[in-house]
Nanobody, 128 residues
Framework: QVQLVESGGGLVQVGGSLRLSCAAS??????????LGWYRQVLGKGREWVAN???????KYADSVKGRFTISRDNAKTTAYLQIDSLEPEDTGVYYC????????????????????WGQGTQVTVSS
């Protein structure tokens, strides 16, 4: 079984910063993750794509967050981060981590792949 676990959300004042983390784990080990990304569900709106980072470190951002959001991943490439600066009330919502393809070792099943995988989300609340 593979998991994506987000953390780092919380309550922050307007203008503050947060760093969200997304850690992939498996009962065995993670071999490779292609693209990690972040989406958010803002109150009253649908789920919105925020940013992606490829296995080569290339990044893409939604126009609405360019300049304030920075996506990165660790050297092992199994953890993604989303640095959010100059937080605005409109950033309030649940932030989800995604992975388009995870190659991993399951202790029981052996080598497995998971596609279009999502984490459970972490809540970000910006108070004015």
């Amino acid at each position: 079984q593979v998991q994506l676990v987000e953390s780092g959300g919380g309550l922050v004042q307007v203008g503050g910063s947060l760093r969200l983390s997304c850690a992939a784990s498996a009962s065995g080990s993670i071999l490779n993750i292609n693209t990690l990304g972040w989406y958010r569900q803002v109150l009253g709106k649908g789920r919105e794509w925020v940013a992606n980072i490829g296995s080569d470190g290339s990044t893409k951002y939604a126009d609405s967050v360019k300049g304030r959001f920075t996506i990165s991943r660790d050297n092992a490439k199994t953890t993604a981060y989303l640095q959010i600066d100059s937080l605005e009330p409109e950033d309030t919502g649940v932030y989800y981590c995604t992975a388009d393809r995870i190659l991993y070792i399951d202790q029981v099943m052996g080598a497995r792949e998971a596609f279009d995988f999502w984490g459970q989300g972490t809540q970000v609340t910006v108070s004015s």
